[in-house]
C-alpha cells in the first residue's frame, strides 16, 4: 500500500495564506500525476490542482490565480500554495497520486478552514 503523508493544514483568516505538503514513496513520484482534491461538507469531492511528471499543470477554475501547485522531485513532495483564501475554500484537502486506474492512491487528509 503507498502511503502519502499529507501536512500544513489549518485555520487560516481570509486573505491569508497556507501551504500543503505531500510526501509520496520516491519510486513512484517521479511517474504519478499528483493532485489535491478538496471535499467540503455536503460536497462532492473536487480537483483543485494537478501536476505531471513532466511539471503540467491544471487548476480548478475556482483557484487559479490564487493557489500553486509545485513539486520537488529531490523529495518526492508536493506542495500547494494557497493564497488569498476565501471561506468558500474550507475543506478537508487530499493529496493524490494517480498512475492508472489500479494505481490510484489517497491521502489521509488535512483539515483547511478559512474564517474571521
Known amino acids: 500500500q503507498v502511503q502519502l503523508v499529507e501536512s500544513g493544514g489549518g485555520l487560516v483568516q481570509p486573505g491569508g495564506s497556507l501551504r500543503l505538503s505531500c510526501a509520496a514513496p520516491?519510486?513512484?513520484?517521479?511517474?504519478?500525476?499528483m493532485g489535491w482534491y478538496r471535499q467540503a461538507p455536503g460536497k462532492q469531492r473536487e480537483l483543485v490542482a494537478s501536476v505531471t511528471s513532466g511539471d503540467k499543470t491544471n487548476y480548478a477554475d475556482s483557484v487559479k490565480g490564487r493557489f500553486t501547485i509545485s513539486r520537488d522531485n529531490a523529495k518526492s513532495t508536493v506542495y500547494l500554495q494557497m493564497n488569498s483564501l476565501k471561506p468558500e475554500d474550507t475543506a478537508v484537502y487530499y493529496c493524490?497520486?494517480?498512475?492508472?486506474?489500479?494505481?490510484?492512491?489517497w491521502g489521509q487528509g488535512t483539515q483547511v478552514t478559512v474564517s474571521s
Open positions: 493524490n497520486a494517480d498512475y492508472s486506474p489500479s494505481r490510484n492512491y
Open positions: 520516491g519510486d513512484i513520484f517521479s511517474i504519478y500525476v
